[in-house]
């Protein structure tokens, strides 16, 4: 199982880059950031500094969207990063939940996904596409063999149906292992149905991570509340199910939506942050579901039930109060453990 650590690119960029390159050190193979322009510093800035302080780690954001930037801006970038540094890219995409909405701006369509997916590989890789304005074009620098995987955020049962259809991987924010098997399956039924290897559809879960030194109530209880803010952030996601699909109609699980009945509201202002104001209506049994928290021990157990599911990355949001620790836990104790 590949390893990934999921930052904010909160300043100063640098220790996002020291963040990354300890990552590295103890085992990670992969670096990924948020991309909301409002709320955080540009991520393809501080990716080139990545790029240049370490030798193996890919990077990529967690999420971007086709809305924010031009698709060829963003294939551009890509392909850019990869001619400076060998193809050590991966484009993570979703429907760009806080960088539109805090724009303004509501979230992407999947058709416009659907579309951006395309252009981006295909620039990415030096081949001729059109990036909607009726004109082909083509990167005439870009050298033989360059890729830029395109892996895309899903929840939804259309998100599923087109993300193994279409992407090269799949992106999970949530661990749990109910919902991690419902929805590879339909991603890989999906791939199937398409032509597709079901196996070359990459599969990563993203959730929090904390270790604590045992599993004692005090314990628990410190790492929940600094995880709690995941059940906000994939609330909002899931209230946008609800919308569409509406409660207990099958098409969604109720597994993953019935915990939002309390939610009232949201504020971006302390998006993906411990202490989230917005999450308390987060109850204790979906963080201990949708995010990784105890003993190192129990790290490993959950990790491997997730990698027997089909999970080839496990990519840890480190938003709390322990990132070295938990980067380096991981390092010297559980990555090897679950890699033995």
């Known amino acids: 199982m ?23 050190r ?13 709320l955080w510093q540009e991520p393809f800035v501080i990716y080139s500094q990545i790029l240049a302080r370490t030798s193996t780690l890919k990077i990529g954001p967690m999420v971007t969207n086709p809305g924010t930037r031009t698709w060829e801006v ?8 990869n001619d400076m540094f060998g193809n050590r890219t991966v484009c993570g995409i979703g429907r760009g939940d806080s960088a539109m909405r805090v724009a303004g701006r509501r979230p992407n369509t999947l058709a416009r996904i659907s579309g951006a997916m395309k252009v981006i590989r295909a620039l990415g890789r030096g081949e001729e596409a059109d990036p909607g304005g009726g004109t082909a074009v083509r990167f005439p620098w870009v050298k033989p063999g360059a890729e830029v995987p395109v892996w895309m955020a899903a929840y939804g049962p259309r998100a599923l149906k087109m993300t193994g259809e279409e992407a090269d ?3 999970l924010q949530l661990a749990d292992p109910y919902l991690t098997e419902y929805m590879v399956k339909a991603v890989r039924d999906a791939a199937e149905a398409a ?18 030194d045992d599993d004692s109530p005090a314990a628990l209880a410190h790492a929940r509340e600094q995880c709690r803010w995941f059940g906000g952030m994939v609330g909002n996601h899931v209230a946008d199910l609800v919308a569409k699909y509406g409660a207990r109609t099958g098409a969604v699980p109720g597994e993953l939506t019935d915990y939002i009945k309390a939610r009232q509201g949201y504020d971006y202002a302390h998006h ?9 209506f987060v109850p204790d049994e979906i963080v201990d579901r949708f995010c990784l928290i105890g003993t190192a021990e129990q790290h490993i157990e959950k ?3 997730l990698r027997a599911l089909g999970v080839d990355q496990f990519a840890l949001y480190d938003m709390h109060d322990a990132q070295e620790a938990v980067i380096d836990l991981y390092g010297t104790k559980i990555i090897p453990a679950v890699n033995a």
């Open 74 to 81: 963003t294939a551009s970038t890509f392909a850019t990063l």
């Open 195 to 212: 032509g597709r290897d079901p196996s070359e559809v990459t599969v990563c879960v993203a959730a929090p991570a904390y270790v604590t």
């Open 303 to 305: 990790l491997n039930a």
């Open 2 to 24: 590949d390893f990934g650590l999921v930052l904010q690119t909160d300043p100063p960029a640098s220790r996002v880059v020291e963040l990354m390159q300890r990552a590295e």
């Open 169 to 171: 991987g799949f992106i």
């Open 272 to 280: 993906g942050r411990s202490g989230n104001p917005d999450t308390q």
């Open 26 to 38: 103890n085992g990670f193979s992969h670096g990924w950031t948020f991309d909301s322009a409002v």
